[in-house]
């Protein structure tokens, strides 16, 4: 099998294509989600403990001298990363919790016994007289 024939086989599988597009939404809906820190809660935060911008909390390592960038350390961003992981985190825990709930169920139920066929039916009545000659 050549190269190309392997990875055609590999990029079209089912589990492939399945993470790939599980890859697309996650990266949405971490887009979706920094959105929402962003903007809904962390303005609201910030205006409870005193009207603070988080993305402008830092510390200055060292000032700006000429054309040279001060140095900070920007904890008010590191924060808000703090919260878009702990949003995601829930998210996903939520997610794997419930799947784990529907799988339990699907395995409690159980299934009612096949029902036996003509020919299993004739062979059991077989059975059952001869061991009545034989007893």
């Known amino acids: 099998m050549s190269m190309l024939q392997e990875f055609k086989a590999f990029a ?22 920094s959105s929402f820190v962003n903007n809904m809660i962390m303005p609201p935060l910030g ?5 603070v911008d988080f993305a402008d909390l830092e510390v200055v390592l060292r000032e700006a001298v000429g054309e ?3 140095v900070t350390l920007g904890y008010g961003l590191f924060i808000q990363s703090v919260v878009d992981f702990l949003i995601i985190a829930l998210a996903v825990f939520v ?5 784990n709930n529907l799988k339990r ?8 016994p096949p029902t036996p066929g003509k020919e299993e039916v004739l062979l059991t009545e077989i059975r059952d007289l001869l061991k009545q000659q034989n007893s």
Not at 47 to 51: D, R, S
């Open 12 to 33: 079209v599988r089912g589990n492939v294509v399945d993470m790939a597009v599980g890859i697309i939404i996650g990266a949405a809906f971490g887009k979706v989600v």
């Open 68 to 70: 040279l960038p001060a």
């Open 47 to 51: 205006l409870m403990i005193g009207g």
């Open 95 to 99: 997610a794997v919790r419930v799947m």
């Open 105 to 112: 169920k699907e395995a409690v139920a159980p299934s009612a």
